[in-house]
Every structure is written in C-alpha cells, then in structure tokens.
C-alpha cells in the first residue's frame, strides 16, 4: 500500500498526517491524533467554516427567485427536493464507515473491489430509472407542473452524480482527509451559483438554468472526491464478504436513511397540497432552516471516522460529549439568531413583500430542526460504536412520520405550518428515541469491535 501511504503524507492533508500512518504500522500507532481534542477542534472548525461558505454561496443562487416567474422558482423547489430525497447521506455514511475500517485493518484491496462493484451498480439502476421517466415524461413534467420538459432531463442528470458522489465522499470523509471534503463544499457551492447566474441572468434559463447551476456544482464536488481518492478506488480489487458486508452497513443505511427523511422530505409532501405561490416561502424558509443542521454537522461528520477508528482498535473517546454539547449550543443559537436576523436575510434572497410570509414559517422550521440535530449526532454515535438496535424503530417513526402528514393536511387544508408543526413533533420524537437509546439502554453484552466485512 506505498501509494496509499505517499498519500497520507501529502503536505497538502498537512493536517491529518499524524492520522494516518502505513498499513504497516497500522497495527502500533494510534489511528487518531495524539492529542485528538486539538485535532478534533481544528478539523470541525473547519468544516464548519467550509460548510458556512458553501451554503452560503448555495443560500444565494435561491435570489435569482428575484428575476424569474414564481411558478419556475416553484419548479425548481420540485427538481431539488428530487435530488434531496436521494439516499446521499446514508450512503456517504455506509462508505466513511467502510473506508475508516478498511484503513484500520489494512483491507484497502477489498474496499476498491467494492467501491468499483456499487459504482457500476449505482449507475445500472440509474439507466433503469431513466427508462421509466423516458417512458412517462410526460405525465410527470405534467404532475410536477414544470414549465420546460428539460428541466427533468438535467435533474436526472444530477441524479446520476448525486448517486456517485457519496461513494467518493465517503472515502474522502472515512480516511479523514477534512481539508479536502471542505474545499470539495466551497468550490461546490461557487460553481453551483456561477453556473446558475450564468444561465439565469446571461441565457434566460429560468429553472432549468437554476437546476443546471445545481448540476456543475454536484459534479464538480464529486469529480474532487472521485481525484482525491483515486489511490483506493484504482487499486487493483481483491473478493470481499458481502454476508458480512451487509450486516455492517444495512443497519447504517436505514438508520441514517430514517434521518435523512426526516429532514427532506417535508417539502415533497407540502407540494402535492400547495400551489407555487404559497410554496414560495416555504422554500425559502426551508432552506434557511435547513442551514442550523448543516452548521452542526461538521462535528459529527468529524466525530464519526474517529470513532469508527476508535472502537475498531479498542481504544476509548470522550468525542461524544463534546459533540452533543457543542451541537446543542450552537443549534439553539442558531435558531435564535435566524429568529431575529431572519427579515434582513430574506430580503437578501427575495422581495420585501416575501418577508412576511417567510417569517410566518420560520419559528416553526427552525424549531424543528434543532431536534433533529441532537438525534443527529446521537446516531452518528450510536452506528459508529455498532449499536444497531435503535434503526428498526427509528424506521417505523419515520413510516408513521409518512403517512401522518398526509393525513393532517387533508384534516387541515390550507394549514401549510400544519406540515412543519408535525415534523417537529416527530423529530423531538427522534430525538427522545436516540437519548433513550443511548443513554439509557446499556448494551447486553460487550461485544468485540466489528472487523471490516471487505
């Protein structure tokens, strides 16, 4: 593996070099910083300066609402919340897992057989789901009221790279190699707003134009993870243990993918119940709301490798605690402060007259948010030290979650905040859920820490 150490000692991941050592001396050197507080720190910090920039310049490619028709910025509310309700967390999660095991017992052979293997899988389901929108286009441009059919064929398009990119994001992510993730969430961002004002403004694309800047800006964060971690995906592969490989990463997938739902998929529902002008502010208050759980979510991002590393090598780590208080704080500062700067930010993003109507949503957003936050870091904890028992029953409330909120709104038509105010019940319901099981429920029996299945 001496292309794979040349790697790690690559000054510009100067940060992660007392990391991440040869397979070789794997099995005598820690697999965390000496001093992991200190890196832990410098590495969420910033991520957390990446993901401010990153959102920031996404925050802003919403204000090109400003110059086109409501009913296209509604579309392009549409074509997103596609690409947000595709499993991209729990994969990513699946692969960070699988690349921080494969380092930590020098099974790197395995982990590039698999990851060429899904590769190829991922995009033989994509061409399957294409023929089936190829066939009924016209139906869904039709129900998804789109105003321009290409509008659907770039957002397949940005499925394709959205169902790539966790599979390199992971790597990225798992081996802790953070200066690159950020950068990969900053330049993201830039080409994403770049790509769309070019479009908008210059060519007069509308949604499509909109949807497209998305499209540059998933592609080219994917296309610096896919670089970065050409030296474990290219290696020649090596059979891996798929029995063992799926009761590993299963549990992570529907786990992570419960949480997932519950962050995304409330716009899809208040879509099918609502027409473009009242969607309108709820998009925009989405995704400002949306950002207090991108805010908190470097340390955990950061914390999850650590401790997969961690319980691999029997080693012990106060990171969690710090997580879950340093999440609560900034969450709940987060949503205060989005409370009071909340009329000058929207002003930013739309007309003076959306101000109102925005800020109806806001409070109850951003409330809801700040439990599933907590549950966040909860469950990067309790999938990384493999204590799976808490994913059937966060899968039956995000089940219970999908069929109450249809429900309400047809007891409460014309209640758009009826939508937000049962997702923060359910989310504090998460949460509940994830404390129980993590404080507690003590494990029955201690068992060895998982080897890789690859």
């Known amino acids: 593996m001496s292309d794979s150490s040349n790697h790690f000692r690559n000054p510009e991941i100067h940060t992660n070099r007392l990391i991440f050592m040869s397979v070789a001396k794997a099995e005598t050197l820690p697999t965390i910083d000496h001093k992991p507080h200190a890196a832990f720190f410098r ?6 300066i990446a993901n401010i920039a990153g959102g920031a310049l996404t925050y802003l490619v919403h204000s090109l609402n400003k110059v086109i028709d409501p009913k296209e910025y509604s579309a392009f509310g549409v074509l997103l919340t596609v690409v947000s309700c595709l499993p991209t967390i729990p994969l990513t999660m699946v692969f960070t897992q699988q690349c921080a095991l494969a380092l930590a017992t020098g099974r790197e052979r395995q982990l590039a057989g698999l990851i060429q293997r899904v590769w190829v899988a991922m995009t033989l389901i994509w061409v399957a789901v294409m ?30 790279m959205s169902l790539w990119s966790p599979l390199f994001a992971g790597l990225l992510q798992g081996r802790q190699d ?26 007069a694309m509308g949604s499509v134009g909109m ?21 474990l995906w290219t ?19 529907f786990g992570f993918g419960a949480c997932q739902f519950m962050f995304s998929s409330d716009t899809m529902f208040a879509t099918a119940y609502f027409d473009g002008d009242q969607m309108k502010p709820y998009v925009v208050a989405g995704t400002l ?11 955990a991002a950061v914390m999850f490798p650590k401790l997969v590393h961690s319980n691999v090598k029997g080693q012990k780590s106060n990171l969690f605690g710090m997580v879950v208080i340093g999440t609560a704080v ?25 101000v109102p109507g925005v800020m109806a949503l806001i409070p109850w957003y951003a409330a809801a948010m700040v439990p599933l936050a907590m549950a966040n870091v909860m469950v990067n904890d309790l999938m990384a030290r493999a204590r799976f028992t808490v994913v059937p029953l966060m899968v039956l409330l995000a089940l219970v979650y999908g069929f109450t909120v249809p429900w309400v709104l ?10 937000l105010q049962t997702l923060g019940v359910f989310n504090l319901l998460l949460f509940l859920l994830c404390a129980w099981f993590t404080w507690g429920v003590k494990p029955e029996v201690k068992s060895p820490a998982p080897e890789a299945a690859i």
């Open 43 to 48: 590495q969420s910090g910033w991520l957390m």
């Open 131 to 160: 023929i089936v929108v190829f066939i009924f286009h016209k139906q869904i441009v039709t129900g998804w009221h789109l105003p321009q059919e290409a509008g659907l064929w770039v957002t397949m398009v940005v499925v394709l």
């Open 178 to 203: 953070f200066f690159w993730v950020g950068w990969a969430a900053i330049l993201a961002g830039a080409a994403r707003l770049g790509g769309a004002v070019i479009l908008v403004m210059g060519v």
């Open 211 to 231: 949807i497209a800047g998305a499209m540059i800006g998933i592609g080219l964060g994917a296309g610096i993870a896919l670089w970065r971690t050409r030296d």
């Open 235 to 253: 290696m020649k592969s090596e059979p891996f243990e798929i029995k063992g490989l799926l009761v590993q990463t299963l549990p992570l997938f």
């Open 289 to 299: 709301s949306r950002a207090l759980l991108w805010l908190v979510m470097p340390l």
């Open 330 to 354: 900034l969450s709940d500062v987060g949503a205060l402060g989005l409370w009071i700067t909340g009329p000058m930010v929207v002003r930013i993003m739309c007309t003076p007259a959306d």
């Open 410 to 419: 047809n007891h409460h038509p014309g209640h758009i905040e009826a939508v």
